[in-house]
């Protein structure tokens, strides 16, 4: 009985403290291109979809003031890389922070001539803060490809969290 007690209090306390790390982790500065910054010649759909993004997160886009800017566009302006309309802001200092303030889908493009064309442009979608954690992530081009997956993934997460209270609840319960 004793040692099952210790074994409840020890698993509680590891559970609690995987929630508060999530809790920690949740705020996460991404640099758009990793390494690479944001410039020509980079695949940046595929940067996209490697993160999860959450609400409370950051992007860092840092590039050679003057070479490029960061234009967050409207997703039709994501599509046809034309900048005629469909820019909502526009950073141009080199070393700009976008606050993803919440849920939803964020396209962003250069507008240097020719750039957005050549790849300088990714979507992202961003996850509501939720009690399962929840997940976002890149966007594939076509948006009939979109969903499932990350979805899927939020879920199947939160499930195991569940299943981990719940046997931890029932351990604590048999030791008294
Ligand atoms: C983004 O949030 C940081 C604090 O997390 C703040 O210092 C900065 O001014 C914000 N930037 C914008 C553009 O709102
Ligand atoms: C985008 O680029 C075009 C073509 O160079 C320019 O005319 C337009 O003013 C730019 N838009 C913004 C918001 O910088
Ligand atoms: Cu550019």
Same mark, same amino acid.
């Given at each position: 009985m004793d040692s099952n007690l210790t074994l409840c209090h020890t698993l509680s306390a590891i559970f609690l403290l995987c929630l508060l790390a999530q809790r920690h982790v949740q705020a996460t500065e991404y640099m758009v291109? !990793?390494?690479?910054?944001?410039? %020509?010649?980079?695949n940046y759909l595929l940067w996209s979809q490697k993160y999860k993004f959450s609400v409370g997160d950051v992007l860092v886009f840092k590039y050679e003031e003057g070479q490029h800017d960061v234009c967050q566009v409207r997703e039709e302006t994501y599509r046809?890389? !034309?900048?005629?309309?469909?820019? %909502?802001k526009i950073y141009n200092s080199g070393n700009d922070q976008v606050n993803l303030t919440e849920g939803g889908k964020y396209w962003f493009i250069c507008n240097i001539t020719g750039h957005c064309q050549g790849g300088m442009k990714f979507g992202i979608s961003v996850a509501s803060a939720s009690p399962n954690g929840g997940g976002g992530g890149g966007l594939a081009?076509?948006?009939?490809?979109?969903?499932g997956g990350a979805a899927g993934e939020a879920v199947g997460r939160g499930r195991v969290g569940w299943v981990l209270g719940l046997a931890i609840g029932g351990l604590c319960l048999l030791s008294y």
């Open positions: 291109g !990793d390494d690479l910054g944001w410039d %020509t010649g980079n046809s890389c !034309d900048p005629t309309s469909g820019i %909502t081009p076509p948006p009939e490809e979109q969903g």
